[in-house]
């Protein structure tokens, strides 16, 4: 079965500071893996996926990130946070057959906290 | 576009009542919906897969009989909480997969959320 490991539950950085959120999954075939975001009391926003071609993907609001199978890993990066990132991330792989088709397997999220 | 609402946003009932909770698609077809729950703190568990016109496919662990859901078309799905109790207050959201159209195929659209407190 498929699983997703964020090692670091909170993360504070300075507005301005740069960023990288781990995250590592086991999975038997080709991963579909992504980040999503969620503001407090709110639902995911999709921040990027990855399903195959460039390991390194571009999402929304300047933030990248860099699939590596030999590490299996698929960490998100952004080069300057600003105060409005703060927020909970989670990175998923998605599981494509069969009648669970499209389920995803959530990591247990990573709490960002920008200081000014 | 791709937008996914629930209703309601926040309900509170009194334990032994059942809770309908309902996700819709608003721009697109979804053939497939998810329903997820969220404890404080921690991250989203899978409840269930519903494909429309078919029964829902539950995760190991989570009660069939206590928590219905139905996808009777393309646009809505249904949870519904029976016998509610208070163990059972949680964040519920679902998510809509829609046609397996590039550049949103294989992408799930996430709903605002439903906070059920059971007293």
């Known amino acids: 079965a498929q699983s997703v490991t964020q090692p670091d539950i909170h993360i504070t950085v300075s507005e301005g500071a740069s960023l990288e959120l781990r995250c590592n999954y086991s999975?038997?075939?080709?991963?579909?893996l992504f980040w999503y975001v969620q503001s407090p009391g709110q639902g995911l926003q999709l921040l990027l996926k990855?399903?195959?071609?460039?390991?390194l993907v571009q999402g929304i609001k300047g933030f990248e990130a860099e699939f590596k199978r030999s590490q299996s890993s698929f960490n998100l990066r952004k080069p300057s946070v600003h105060w409005s990132d703060a927020a909970e991330y989670f990175c998923a792989v998605g599981f494509f057959r069969g009648t669970s088709y499209g389920k995803l397997t959530f990591g247990q999220g990573t709490i960002l906290t920008v200081h000014p | 576009g791709a937008v996914v609402s629930q209703h309601p946003s926040r309900v509170i009932c009194k334990s032994g009542t059942s809770v309908k909770i309902e996700c819709r698609s608003l721009d697109f077809q979804a053939t497939t919906m998810f329903w997820y729950r969220q404890f404080p703190k921690q991250s989203l568990m899978l409840m269930a897969t519903?494909?429309?016109?078919?029964?829902?496919?539950?995760e190991q662990g989570v009660e069939k009989d206590k928590f219905l859901i139905n996808h009777a078309s393309l646009t809505l799905s249904t949870l519904t909480v029976t016998s509610a109790h208070p163990e059972d207050s949680s964040f519920y959201i679902c998510?809509?997969?829609?046609?397996?159209?590039?550049?949103?195929?294989?992408?799930?659209?996430f709903g605002p959320g439903t906070r059920l407190t059971v007293l």
């Open positions: 990855y399903f195959s071609g460039d390991t």
């Open positions: 999975y038997g075939a080709t991963p579909y």
């Open positions: 519903s494909n429309e016109g078919s029964k829902a496919t539950y």
């Open positions: 998510s809509a997969m829609g046609v397996l159209v590039p550049p949103t195929y294989n992408e799930q659209f």
